[in-house]
């Protein structure tokens, strides 16, 4: 019986079947969980506003003091339908940043978690049939960052509030891993 060799294999179905793989695997990424925030019936997009948070470093902790509806203590990446109208966000801000060592003649990188020190109280009013975007911006070396509401309809900054300070925790290293140089 004569064994398959995998030099038998054209090479365009190998392609295939990592661009296949790739693209299934790239599927399986959590995606924005959806929260209604209005009790009722469903109502049109039209009639509505939406609230996302993509969660990569700014979280929702509550909106208008509810909760996330999982009973965590911050939404994540959400896509949460709202009425028009004021809304009370408070806001946290976690991130994650490396930098390189230098000991005398090798190199590793340091692991450092940010974390906001207190949540931010915001506030936006919402507008039919327009989508805001809560994201941030950082600066790892003066431990700051800020909140950022975007009305992604209207293609514009609608709050940008901070500086807030950050607490930075070292949360390892790769020192087995060096990297030595110049001998």
């Given at each position: 019986m004569k064994r398959?060799?995998?030099?038998?294999?054209?090479?365009?179905?190998?392609s295939l079947m990592t661009v296949?793989?790739?693209g299934y695997l790239s599927s399986c990424s959590p995606s924005?969980?959806?929260?209604?925030?209005y009790a009722g019936p469903q109502m049109p997009s039209a009639e509505t506003a939406q609230l996302l948070c993509k969660g990569d470093k700014i979280?929702?902790?509550?909106?208008?003091?509810?909760?996330?509806?999982?009973?965590?203590?911050?939404f994540?990446?959400?896509?949460?339908?709202?009425?028009?109208?004021?809304?009370?966000?408070?806001?946290?801000?976690?991130?994650?940043?490396?930098?390189?060592e230098d000991a005398?003649?090798?190199?590793?990188n340091v692991f450092y978690r940010h974390d906001s020190l207190n949540t931010v109280d915001i506030t936006i009013k919402a507008e039919t049939?327009?989508?805001?975007?809560?994201?941030?911006t950082h600066d790892y070396e003066k431990s700051i960052w800020y909140a950022i509401v975007r009305d992604e309809t209207d293609d514009r900054i609608i709050l940008n509030k901070g500086p807030y300070?950050?607490?930075?925790?070292?949360?390892?290293?790769?020192?087995?891993?060096?990297?030595?140089?110049g001998r």
């Open positions: 398959l060799n995998y030099m038998d294999i054209p090479r365009f179905v190998i296949v793989l790739v924005l969980q959806t929260y209604r925030l979280q929702i902790n509550s909106v208008n003091g509810k909760k996330s509806p999982g009973g965590k203590d911050v994540g990446k959400v896509k949460l339908e709202i009425l028009p109208g004021d809304y009370h966000l408070t806001v946290s801000f976690s991130g994650k940043s490396m930098t390189m005398t003649r090798y190199y590793y049939g327009h989508t805001y975007l809560v994201t941030s300070p950050l607490n930075k925790i070292r949360t390892g290293d790769n020192q087995d891993a060096k990297r030595v140089y």
